[in-house]
């Protein structure tokens, strides 16, 4: 019980990632504000809502927290950090994990679609953790965990305006953690060292299963993020893998969704570039 009665907000948590880090969270002790769109299930290849969740955050023994959230909405997402302090008394930590994917090259992205991730990514992880600083500082403990990559300008084209989007949740993540390093308050940014299956991956053909691992992977490598005392781990942007490696782990075949095979790491040239947007 790494996170006995911890207390953690997670965006997007609904389905994939964001529900598998619910979980994992719970089983750790934690008790979870579940934040995501998805009231009411009515989208077949979105199956999953914050209510589902809940329940399989209660049914583990903790307390869970339903908040429906469309982040893009800056007085919403002030309105639910304060709503889940008021419910649980304070909040340890932040996972920036709501998402909006597109692909495609600068002269074939709308401003309309760059617009959409640069609110759904940088927007909205900037809002929350503003949100949410005061508090933690106030009470001298706190965690942000943003999903993104370390930045890196050789890997945007193709991709330029959602590299832009996740680049800028790793550069907040730098900013807060040397920022607020003295009130025991820390962050870090938490990429996949291979692809990871969830919706995304699924609905928009980014591969297949033997070049996936399970949503297990970040899971585990955001509850040991958040099992330290924040100033014991300055904060940085993380692979899951070289994090779990860091923690003594050195099998992944657990992870795997195919039995036996081993997914390679980025880069690699079996995803196809795709001109989609999921949430």
């Given at each position: 019980?790494?996170?006995?009665?911890?207390?953690?907000?997670?965006?997007?948590?609904?389905?994939?990632?964001?529900?598998?880090?619910?979980?994992?969270?719970?089983?750790?002790?934690?008790?979870?504000?579940?934040?995501?769109?998805?009231?009411?299930?009515?989208?077949?290849?979105?199956?999953?809502?914050?209510?589902?969740?809940?329940?399989?955050?209660?049914?583990?023994?903790?307390?869970?927290?339903?908040?429906?959230?469309?982040?893009?909405?800056?007085?919403?997402?002030?309105e639910a950090i304060k709503r889940t302090i008021d419910h649980f008394g304070k909040i340890d930590a932040l996972v920036n994990n709501a998402g909006a994917l597109f692909w495609a090259d600068v002269a074939d992205t709308p401003i309309k679609r760059f617009d959409l991730i640069m609110g759904i990514n940088v927007r909205a992880s900037y809002v929350l953790a503003h949100a949410v600083l005061p508090h933690m500082i106030e009470r001298k403990y706190g965690h942000i965990v943003m999903m993104s990559p370390a930045v890196d300008a050789d890997a945007v084209a193709g991709h330029g305006a959602y590299s832009v989007s996740k680049f800028g949740m790793t550069m907040i993540a730098q900013a807060i953690a040397e920022e607020c390093e003295e009130h025991n308050v820390t962050a870090h940014s938490l990429w996949p060292a291979t692809a990871v299956e969830s919706y995304a991956t699924m609905n928009f053909g980014l591969g297949g299963p033997e070049i996936w691992r399970k949503a297990d992977i970040i899971a585990d490598s955001t509850v040991a993020l958040l099992a330290k005392e924040p100033r014991e781990r300055k904060g940085r942007a993380w692979l899951d893998e070289d994090l779990l490696r860091a923690e003594g782990v050195t099998d992944f075949s657990k992870y795997q969704c195919v039995p036996g095979q081993e997914p390679p790491h980025f880069p690699f040239k079996s995803i196809p570039r795709v001109t989609h947007t999921v949430r």
């Open positions: 019980m790494r996170l006995k009665d911890r207390v953690v907000f997670i965006t997007g948590a609904s389905r994939g990632i964001g529900r598998s880090v619910a979980l994992a969270c719970a089983k750790e002790g934690a008790h979870v504000a579940i934040a995501a769109k998805t009231e009411v299930a009515d989208n077949p290849r979105l199956p999953g809502t914050i209510h589902d969740v809940a329940k399989e955050v209660e049914a583990l023994g903790r307390q869970a927290l339903p908040v429906k959230l469309d982040v893009r909405d800056a007085d919403a997402c002030d």
